[in-house]
């Protein structure tokens, strides 16, 4: 059973392109999380998604991130018009269905890096 | 206030020390606590869930105390691949009773030394 996988491992942008985060969770977890972790800090919560529909999104940005989970496919994490201060390690995590356990487990990350 | 603080260090100790590490948190709600370790650039992992009647899996004891909010992670007979920093982490169940969203501290390193 492979775990959470995340692509890229690393990813470059210049200020002001976009930055794409995949997220794929472990097989039979239906609900995926994002985390951010800026330089020398902690994991911050951004978003909990279930398939097509978002259900926290209390940590997320205001402006330029979005995220989605789709019927099909991969969950993505998506920042437009990057700026320098988005440079962090971006995790996701998954877990399995309400009721059958609440523990999180974590992909290897995203490293973004803005130039 | 953080929602969950934890002391930085870095703790070094020699091998084969015992080792304790302490957290708070703020919010009486939380539900479910937990002790992650994360490597060097590298995602949490979990150690160990954390109830109140204490739990242990081997070197690692894990303790909470809901009435001060506290939880402790103590670590014996320390191994130089124990260099790591531990997360604490706890959560409060959403109101659509699925799901959970995880408040991290910061963490705290250790430094295993020969």
């Known amino acids: 059973n492979a775990g959470v996988m995340q692509n890229p491992r690393h990813l470059v942008r210049r200020r002001g392109q976009e930055a794409r985060l995949r997220c794929s969770p472990m097989k039979g977890h239906s609900h995926v999380y994002w985390y951010r972790q800026l330089p020398e800090e902690g994991l911050k919560f951004m978003v909990y998604?279930?398939?097509?529909?978002?259900?926290?999104e209390s940590g997320m940005p205001k402006e330029r991130f979005s995220a989605e989970f789709p019927k099909e496919g991969p969950s993505i994490l998506r920042i437009q018009q990057v700026v320098r201060g988005d440079s962090a390690a971006y995790f996701c995590a998954s877990s399995p269905p309400a009721g059958l356990a609440d523990t999180q487990y974590f992909g290897p990350g995203t490293r973004l890096t803005v130039l | 206030r953080k929602e969950v603080e934890q002391d930085p260090g870095p703790f070094n100790v020699p091998e084969g020390a015992t080792v304790a590490f302490n957290c708070t948190y703020s919010?009486?709600?939380?539900?479910?606590f937990f002790w992650y370790r994360q490597d060097c650039r590298k995602e949490p992992k979990l150690l160990m869930s954390?109830?109140?009647s204490g739990n242990e899996d081997g070197r690692f004891t894990a303790q909470l105390n809901r009435a001060s909010q506290y939880i402790s992670l103590l670590i014996r007979d320390s191994k130089l691949s124990d260099s790591a920093t531990y997360l604490c982490?706890?959560?409060?169940?959403?109101?659509?009773?699925?799901?959970?969203?995880?408040?991290f501290g910061t963490g705290t390193q250790l430094k295993v030394e020969l």
């Open positions: 982490v706890v959560n409060k169940r959403g109101l659509t009773g699925g799901g959970n969203k995880l408040t």
């Open positions: 919010n009486s709600a939380s539900q479910s």
């Open positions: 954390v109830y109140s």
């Open positions: 998604l279930q398939k097509e529909n978002i259900i926290d």
